[in-house]
Every structure is written in C-alpha cells, then in structure tokens.
C-alpha cells in the first residue's frame, strides 16, 4: 500500500468471491507484509508489518505485529525439516 493506510486483511472464499473476514488494523499503519494463523485454537491471526521509509510519528506501530481474534479456524503451518 506505500503509506496509503489504513490498511486491512481479507478472507475472501475463493469460489463465490465473498468476504468472510476482514482484519481491520486499528491504527495508520500501512505496510502490512505477511500474516499467519496461531494460538491453541488456530483462531488468531498474526499481522506482520514493516516500517520502510515511513515517518514514525503518523506511523508509530509500522515494523510491529499484530494479533486478531478471527473466529475462523485456519491451518497449521508445516515445519521446515531442510531435507
């Protein structure tokens, strides 16, 4: 998005185009980079951002991660073994 934030992260059913789930970051961050399911559930997603060439003043949590209650289960990620 280079700093046109808000930004925000969508579950959408890829067969009907539906939005299931959207992830609203609550503040103006606005480089999202990668996101992932964890907790004892897989029930909350964890936002990752960056901070690159941002100012820190309108942007004070860009570099942070964030964790949403989703209330949609998601998968486990698998383990890199290096084999």
């Given at each position: ?44 997603l964890f936002i990752s951002s960056a901070h690159i060439n941002r100012d820190r003043e ?26």
């Amino acid at each position: 998005r280079n700093g046109a934030g808000p930004s925000k992260v969508q579950c959408i059913d890829a067969s009907t185009g539906e939005v299931l789930f959207t992830a609203n970051v609550p503040d103006s961050t606005s480089q999202l980079t990668c996101c992932c399911f964890g907790g004892p559930n897989l029930d909350i997603l964890f936002i990752s951002s960056a901070h690159i060439n941002r100012d820190r003043e309108k942007e004070p949590y860009g570099g942070c991660v964030y964790a949403v209650k989703v209330g949609i289960k998601g998968c486990l990620e698998k383990r890199f073994r290096g084999e």
